[in-house]
Structure formats: C-alpha cells, structure tokens
C-alpha cells in the first residue's frame, strides 16, 4: 500500500495524473483502507492520506483517513509507530506524519498541531539525528500548514 501511494504522490508532482497507471493506483489506494479509516499503521495511513490529497483531492476516503490520524494523536500531541492510542508516542513517526500532511489545511484543522510542533520545540535537543533531520523538515512544512490556517480564518479587524 505505502509503495502504491508514493508512487502516486511521485506521478502528481511529475503532472502524470492523467495517466492510467495513476488511476490504477488510486483504486488499490481506495480499496486498501480498512473499516477504521486508515491503512494499518500511522506512517502507511499518512502516505495514503497524502496521496489522496494531491491535486486537491477530496472524497470520504480522504476525510476518514484524516480523522483516524486525529483519532489516534495523543494527548502530548505524538502519534505511537502502531495505531493504538495508548502507546507510547514515536518522534520519528510523528515526524514523518508532519513531513507528510503539516501543510495539509485539513489536516492541520483536524489534528492538534500545535501540540506536536509544542511536544517537538520542547524535546529537540533529545531527538536522534535520523528524527531531527526530518524534523527540521516538517517543521517548515508545518509552518506553511499553520499559515494556511490563518488564512481561512483571519484575525477580526477592529
């Protein structure tokens, strides 16, 4: 599923979504997502998230995919390798979810991002280099995800 929806993401910067391959993909996307939402883990469901959302994709497979992630983040803002709440939080898949869809405006509105972007500001210095890379990263995606909030919703003007 992972490699079906990269591939996808790869075909829609290349501008080859016309293409059949593209749709074939798309289907094995759509017919991949589970009861729950996503697509087995956190990391494969972000992929498939993403890949849904190229060239403004939009549909009930997507909207449900973006509400299991927001389903699964914990309460300090991380979401766990596997897709059960009460795990542990991983910095590297919270990372990768960030790298992915922080400059989603859905998803951003969906997910407690700024509890991920407060969780990571507050333990950069502990993060691996592998982890911190993307992290660097994503926090410049996200930085576009959260201005893209506030453009749908502007400060009042007095």
Same mark, same amino acid.
């Given at each position: 599923?992972?490699?079906?929806?990269?591939? =996808?993401?790869? *075909?829609?910067?290349?501008?080859?979504?016309?293409?059949?391959?593209?749709?074939?993909?798309?289907?094995?996307?759509?017919?991949?997502?589970?009861?729950?939402?996503?697509?087995? !883990?956190?990391?494969?469901?972000?992929?498939?998230?993403?890949?849904?959302?190229?060239?403004?994709?939009?549909?009930?497979?997507?909207?449900?995919?973006?509400?299991?992630?927001?389903?699964?983040?914990?309460? !300090?803002?991380?979401?766990?390798?596997?897709?059960?709440?009460?795990? #542990?939080? $991983?910095?590297?898949?919270?990372?990768?979810?960030?790298?992915?869809?922080?400059? $989603?405006?859905?998803?951003?509105?969906?997910?407690?991002?700024? !509890?991920? *972007?407060?969780?990571? *500001?507050?333990?950069?210095?502990?993060? $691996?280099?592998?982890?911190?890379? *993307?992290?660097?990263?994503?926090?410049?995606?996200?930085? =576009?995800?959260?201005?893209?909030?506030?453009? $749908?919703? #502007? #400060?009042?003007?007095?």
């Amino acid at each position: 599923m992972a490699v079906a929806a990269m591939t =996808l993401i790869r *075909l829609d910067e290349l501008g080859q979504s016309f293409t059949p391959f593209y749709r074939s993909l798309l289907r094995e996307v759509l017919t991949g997502q589970e009861a729950d939402g996503g697509w087995g !883990d956190p990391m494969t469901t972000a992929l498939c998230v993403r890949a849904l959302a190229c060239g403004n994709g939009q549909g009930v497979a997507l909207h449900c995919g973006i509400e299991h992630l927001a389903a699964l983040q914990r309460p !300090d803002g991380l979401w766990s390798r596997i897709a059960f709440r009460r795990m #542990p939080g $991983d910095a590297y898949v919270s990372a990768f979810i960030l790298f992915h869809l922080g400059c $989603d405006r859905r998803f951003a509105a969906a997910v407690r991002l700024l !509890d991920a *972007l407060a969780w990571f *500001l507050a333990h950069e210095s502990e993060l $691996d280099a592998e982890t911190a890379h *993307l992290w660097r990263a994503a926090r410049a995606r996200c930085a =576009l995800g959260i201005s893209l909030l506030d453009a $749908d919703h #502007p #400060p009042a003007v007095n």
